[in-house]
T-cell receptor, first 107, second 113 residues
Framework: EDQVTQSPEALRLQEGESSSLNCSYTVSGLRGLFWYRQDPGKGPEFLFTLYSAGEEKEKERLKATLTKKESFLHITAPKPEDSATYLCAVLGYALNFGKGTSLLVTP | ETGVTQTPRHLVMGMTNKKSLKCEQHLGHNAMYWYKQSAKKPLELMFVYSLEERVENNSVPSRFSPECPNSSHLFLHLHTLQPEDSALYLC????????????FGPGTRLTVT
């Protein structure tokens, strides 16, 4: 059975304090791994797609990486506006989402 | 209007009511999706439409009935819901069915009393 686990559930950072969010998965035949950002009261916003181990994608202060068992979303020098819930989704036979990591960045 | 819009944004309905959720996408996409988002649970994919044909139905109870009259519009018809159906219902679209670079609407917050 495909599974997606995100950790930590919640993370509080000081502005400028870099960190990483984890998405570990078990899937039979990975067809893609997706990162989304969701702000309160809004739908998820697409960030990245990763297809194969070793692949990396970057956007502003965010960098997503992928191995055969997990993906990391690295946040470098975060700002308060990076506060949101970050969702990971894995496409195998079906698309499965993790529960998300709630990130709070304080000034 | 740009992107994906959903109406209403909030809905309170009794268990015997019938209501419909509406989604419209202005992106020229060919695939549309309904998701359910409950507190402390992962997003659940409910239905997938590609070129107005339903291609996926993830064991959703029959009290939820989707309709896709054209590639820009998607409806979710609701009847005799249960309190546990209270959730945020999200619509999304993508260029093609197998492209999960999806664009989401803001959701409809549904409360079943």
């Amino acid at each position: 059975e495909d599974q997606v686990t995100q950790s930590p559930e919640a993370l509080r950072l000081q502005e400028g304090e870099s960190s990483s969010l984890n998405c570990s998965y078990t899937v039979s035949g990975l067809r893609g791994l997706f990162w989304y950002r969701q702000d309160p009261g809004k739908g998820p916003e697409f960030l990245f797609t990763l297809y194969s181990a070793g692949e990396e994608k970057e956007k502003e202060r965010l960098k997503a990486t992928l191995t055969k068992k997990e993906s990391f979303l690295h946040i470098t020098a975060p700002k308060p506006e990076d506060s949101a819930t970050y969702l990971c989704a894995v496409l195998g036979y079906a698309l499965n989402f993790g529960k998300g990591t709630s990130l709070l960045v304080t000034p | 209007e740009t992107g994906v819009t959903q109406t209403p944004r909030h809905l309170v309905m009794g268990m015997t009511n019938k209501k419909s959720l509406k989604c419209e996408q202005h992106l020229g996409h060919n695939a549309m999706y309904w998701y359910k988002q409950s507190a402390k649970k992962p997003l659940e994919l409910m239905f997938v439409y590609s070129l107005e044909e339903r291609v996926e139905n993830n064991s959703v109870p029959s009290r939820f009935s989707p309709e896709c009259p054209n590639s820009s519009h998607l409806f979710l018809h609701l009847h005799t819901l249960q309190p546990e159906d209270s959730a945020l219902y999200l619509c999304a679209s993508s260029q093609f069915q197998d492209s999960y670079e999806q664009y989401f609407g803001p959701g409809t917050r549904l409360t079943v009393t």
